[in-house]
T-cell receptor, first 114, second 115 residues
Framework: ETGVTQSPTHLIKTRGQQVTLRCSSQ?????VSWYQQALGQGPQFIFQ???????GRGNFPPRFSGLQFPNYSSELNVNALELDDSALYLC?????????????FGPGTRLTVT | AQSVTQLDSHVSVSEGTPVLLRCNYS??????LFWYVQHPNKGLQLLLK??????LVKGINGFEAEFKKSETSFHLTKPSAHMSDAAEYFC?????????????FGTGTRLQVTL
C-alpha cells in the first residue's frame, strides 16, 4: 500500500508568482484535504475535495484554489504569492467523508516566498 | 463551532517518567478526537483516535488518552517516556458539517525528553 506523497519537497518562489503543489492520495482514498502549517503553528484547514469537487473550505482567500483528478490525486494552486504564504503545505487523504475516518498525511511541501 | 486548546506549549520530562499532555475541546456536537505526532521534518502521524466508542483509547507506542465529556478533555498519557518520544504533539477535533469534514488542530505541545 502506497502512502500519501507530495511534490515537490521544497520550493522557493518570489512574491507575486504562482505555485502549484501536488499530492497523490493513498490507494482507495477518495477524499483529499489540504492544510497550511506556518512555522510554530498547528496546521490550518484550507479546503477538501471529494470525488473531484470541493466540498469544504477554511478561511483562505480565493487565490488558494485546487483540483482533484479522477485518480483522486490533487493539486493546490496559489496565485499572487505573498510573504505570509511561506509555510509547510500538507496534504491528507482518507477513505470517506465521515469524521471518524483517519486522515493520512503526506510529508508536506515547504514553500518559501521571498 | 469547534476548537481545541492545548494547555501547555512545552513539556519536559525525564526518560522513564510519565508523560501528560493536556487538551480541552469545544464542540457543538459529539466530536471525533485525535492525537497526532510530528517529528522534525516529518509528516503527521496518528497516535490514536476517539470516535464515540470506549472512552479510554489506546494508541501506538504506548500512548493512551481518555475522553471525559464532563470535563471536555482528551488528555494524552504515557507511563514511561522514551527519548524517541521527543516531538510536537497535536490534539485535533473533527466534525462533519453538512457534506464537509475538517480537522481543527490545537497549537501543539512540544515534548522534550531528557536523560
Amino acid at each position: 500500500e502506497t502512502g500519501v506523497t507530495q511534490s515537490p519537497t521544497h520550493l522557493i518562489k518570489t512574491r507575486g508568482q504562482q505555485v502549484t503543489l501536488r499530492c497523490s492520495s493513498q490507494s482507495g482514498h477518495n477524499t483529499v484535504s489540504w492544510y497550511q502549517q506556518a512555522l510554530g503553528q498547528g496546521p490550518q484547514f484550507i479546503f477538501q475535495y471529494y470525488r473531484e469537487e470541493e466540498n469544504g473550505r477554511g478561511n483562505f482567500p480565493p487565490r488558494f484554489s485546487g483540483l482533484q483528478f479522477p485518480n483522486y490525486s490533487s493539486e493546490l494552486n496559489v496565485n499572487a504569492l505573498e510573504l505570509d504564504d511561506s509555510a509547510l503545505y500538507l496534504c491528507a487523504s482518507r477513505g470517506g467523508l465521515a469524521a471518524s475516518y483517519e486522515q493520512y498525511f503526506g510529508p508536506g511541501t515547504r514553500l518559501t516566498v521571498t | 463551532a469547534q476548537s481545541v486548546t492545548q494547555l501547555d506549549s512545552h513539556v519536559s520530562v525525564s526518560e522513564g517518567t510519565p508523560v501528560l499532555l493536556r487538551c480541552n475541546y469545544s464542540s457543538s456536537y459529539s466530536p471525533s478526537l485525535f492525537w497526532y505526532v510530528q517529528h522534525p521534518n516529518k509528516g503527521l502521524q496518528l497516535l490514536l483516535k476517539y470516535t464515540s466508542a470506549a472512552t479510554l483509547v489506546k494508541g501506538i507506542n504506548g500512548f493512551e488518552a481518555e475522553f471525559k465529556k464532563s470535563e471536555t478533555s482528551f488528555h494524552l498519557t504515557k507511563p514511561s517516556a522514551h527519548m524517541s518520544d521527543a516531538a510536537e504533539y497535536f490534539c485535533v477535533v473533527s466534525l462533519n458539517t453538512g457534506t464537509a469534514s475538517k480537522l481543527t488542530f490545537g497549537t501543539g505541545t512540544r515534548l522534550q525528553v531528557t536523560l
